[in-house]
């Protein structure tokens, strides 16, 4: 195997790992050759990865590699070996694995990007019934205030209306007399 296989191998494989035990540290060699004893088991771990164990910034250092750098697409070190003219033969192999890594990652952030939806929904909503409550509270207070105006007004149709019932009756009281 020469050092560009190697290079490509190891990406590879340790990135795959890493998705697979949701640890960043974690390197094929260690921990992941349980994983590639055949493709029933390595598609049976790859369905139960969670996307969200892995750091994002472990997941950007492997799209990096593999996309290279934002506004250079195609520009990433993994993609510029497997996608050479001259050595498409070479790494024919890990093509596949090469597509499933890409794959992942591209799930991983969509994932991340999903939960942070639903992060912020959530305290939109949680706002949302807050407010409602605070209108309900206000509510509440403005009918009581208006009960208030209510009792003002009171003393005020008292005067104006019943002690004009009683003047009329003095008055017709006091014409009789």
Do not use: W
């Amino acid at each position: 195997m020469s050092n560009g296989d190697e290079k490509v191998g190891h990406f590879l494989l340790d990135s795959l790992t890493k998705f697979i035990t949701g640890n960043g540290e974690a390197k094929f060699l260690d921990n992941g050759q349980a994983f590639f004893e055949s493709v029933e088991i390595l598609d049976g771990h790859i369905r139960k990865i969670e996307h969200l164990n892995l750091e994002k910034k472990v997941i950007e250092e492997m799209m990096q590699k593999i996309t290279g750098e934002s506004g250079k697409p195609e520009s990433g070190e993994i993609f510029q070996l497997i996608s050479n003219d001259r050595e498409v033969s070479r790494y024919i192999d890990f093509y596949p694995f090469f597509r499933l890594l890409s794959k992942i990652c591209h799930l991983a952030f969509t994932k991340r990007k999903e939960a942070a939806h639903i992060r912020k929904e959530t305290k939109t909503l949680d706002e949302i019934k807050r407010r409602e409550v605070d209108i309900e509270t206000q509510t509440t207070i403005l009918e009581q205030l208006q009960f208030h105006q209510t009792l003002q007004d009171e003393p005020n149709r008292i005067r104006t209306g019943e002690m004009q019932e009683f003047r009329n009756k003095q008055a017709a009281v006091n014409n009789k007399l």
